[in-house]
């Protein structure tokens, strides 16, 4: 029984085409929780998928790279957290200033837009920047509070604080659309 040692590192055609089933397996996914996490800016969220897949590549491409047991969560955290960071290090972008057509948000070819998605995507628009990273990081990039209050270095009874007061305003703008 040989171990991973003794095999000889897959070669470049290999590791290409098995970027190339993630890519394909996964894009639509991550590009969806991008594009939660940019607070529907596309721009945003395309910049953090694409971010992912290089981050992708060069890991596969590393020997030395630990490996991943889940690409699909993998993935989606890399984008997230890329999308949250960027935004956090120039600054947010206002919803209103994020790619509008007609009032509504641009969500490109592969996500089909409905109206309570873009009621969602204004309310999550409203939160403030630090209850849209904590609400992201858990619940879309699926990392524990512990994690997330590593990344925004703050504790972890902040990081559940500020999901509860996320979880109670996005509670309030879902009730009053649907009074509408």
């Known amino acids: 029984m040989s171990t991973a040692a003794d095999e000889p590192p897959p070669g470049p055609e290999r590791l290409e085409a098995a970027w190339e089933k993630l890519y394909a397996a996964f894009h639509l996914v991550v590009l969806r929780k991008a594009t939660l996490a940019a607070a529907g800016n596309t721009q ?34 890399v984008a997230v957290r890329h999308v949250l960071f960027a935004r956090r290090d120039r600054g947010s972008v206002p919803l209103e200033e994020a790619g509008h057509m007609d009032g509504r948000v641009l969500l490109e070819d592969h996500v089909v837009l409905k109206e309570t998605y873009q009621g969602i995507m204004e309310a999550i628009g409203q939160l403030s920047e630090r209850q849209r990273q904590a609400l992201v990081l858990v619940h879309i990039a699926g990392c524990t509070t512990a994690e997330a209050a590593a990344d925004m270095e703050v504790s972890t009874s902040t990081v559940r604080n500020l999901i509860h007061q996320a979880r109670a305003r996005l509670a309030a703008a879902t009730r009053e659309a649907s009074d509408d």
């Open 44 to 77: 945003d969220a395309w910049d953090g998928t694409q971010h992912a897949f290089i981050q992708a590549w060069e890991n596969l491409h590393n020997p030395r790279a630990k490996q991943v047991g889940n690409w699909r969560g993998w993935l989606i955290q």
